[in-house]
């Protein structure tokens, strides 16, 4: 990439500055036309390839925006990101390490092949296998309370009421059938208490969230700011428990890319089947991109260059 990496100030640059570096990244990805959209999901195939929309929101609230910003997408795997900070605040550090695990599979994030190579284990929330598990372990006496909690956990990072859309729960309803086999190889293993079949249904429904790209960039924007929404004031998690999530987002948010992102981004970040990524910038900000067509680990394109574009531009790399 032909832009030179700025050294992080611990701050983001002046605000007209932002705007600009967000305007350009858009302008230089805009005409892309590399990638497929995902359509293992049927009704994933009908986004428009054209649509990109970039967001980022520092944690003092400041928002700064270009292109489809404002249109709604389901949220896909980006939701196990959220659902595990509000998980990991729960049962604690200590359980997420022994009953889950925070390592890497270096394979496709619906691997069944991970979980039997490690004895059962669904070894990271950010794959399907360990998503899951995760999503069992969401507090709720009935499947219906723990449904409920997702949905005001993510809207409570988000600062909005999150809708769920009936559309993408369905058609995604009907082709599911490797998370259903992925659960039942959990429960073989003793790893999943609650029925399989209805944790499927209510991770399935907290893939069809509808999300922008400004709520990605405010739900990331909270990570980046010790739990605290930005916008709403909001304390979501606990600073330990966003700390927790960052650190597995480093190792896992990319599947088995995450090597490749860390080392050109340097930015803790989740992506999703649907074209939305969220990086997040600790103490500063958090970016929230959305563009459907994807790499074939299922990582948008527009939105991983315009990522790593401005991670090098405003001084975000970690590293
Ligand atoms: O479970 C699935 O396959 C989808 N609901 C989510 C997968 C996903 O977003 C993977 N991301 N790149």
């Known amino acids: 990439l032909d832009v030179t990496q700025q050294a992080s100030t611990g701050d983001l640059p002046a605000k007209s500055h932002v705007d600009d570096l967000i305007a350009d990244a858009h302008a230089r990805y805009a005409g892309l036309s590399d990638g497929v959209v995902a359509d293992y999901i049927p009704i994933l ?15 003092n609230g400041s928002t700064h925006s270009a292109g489809d910003a404002d249109i709604t997408f389901s949220i896909q795997s980006i939701s196990k990101a959220f659902v595990f900070a509000l998980v990991c605040e729960e049962v604690g550090h200590a359980a997420i390490h022994d009953r889950i695990g925070v390592n890497n599979t270096g394979l496709p994030f619906n691997s069944v092949m991970a979980v039997e190579l490690n004895g059962g284990n669904p070894m990271n929330s950010m794959v399907n296998a360990g998503a899951i598990a995760t999503t069992a372990l969401m507090p ?6 723990k449904w409920e909690n997702i949905r005001n956990g993510l809207s409570r990072f988000a600062g909005r009421a999150l809708e769920m859309d009936d559309t993408v ?22 790893r999943l208490d609650p029925d399989p079949l209805d944790i499927v249904d209510i991770y399935t429904r907290q893939c069809a969230l509808s999300v922008t790209a400004t709520d990605l960039a405010i739900m990331g924007s909270t990570l980046a700011n010790g739990g ?37 981004v340097g930015l803790p970040a989740k992506s999703g089947v649907s074209g939305g990524i969220v990086a997040v910038a600790p103490g500063k900000g958090a970016l929230g991109a959305f563009s459907p067509p994807l790499d074939s680990a299922g990582n948008s394109i527009r939105g991983q260059r315009a990522c790593a574009y401005l991670s090098r531009s405003l001084g975000l790399n970690l590293f």
Do not use: H
């Open 228 to 264: 605290v929404n930005p916008i709403t004031g909001e304390q979501v998690v606990s600073a330990w428990a966003s700390r927790d999530t960052l650190a597995l987002l480093a190792s896992c948010g990319l599947y088995e890319r995450s090597g490749e992102w860390l080392f050109e």
């Open 140 to 145: 709720g006496r009935t499947i219906a309370a």
């Open 45 to 59: 195939a009908e986004a428009e390839p054209s649509w990109f929309g970039l967001t980022l929101v520092g944690i």
């Open 169 to 190: 729960y369905e058609s995604e309803m009907l082709t599911n059938q490797r998370n259903k086999a992925i659960a039942r190889l959990l429960q073989s293993y003793k």
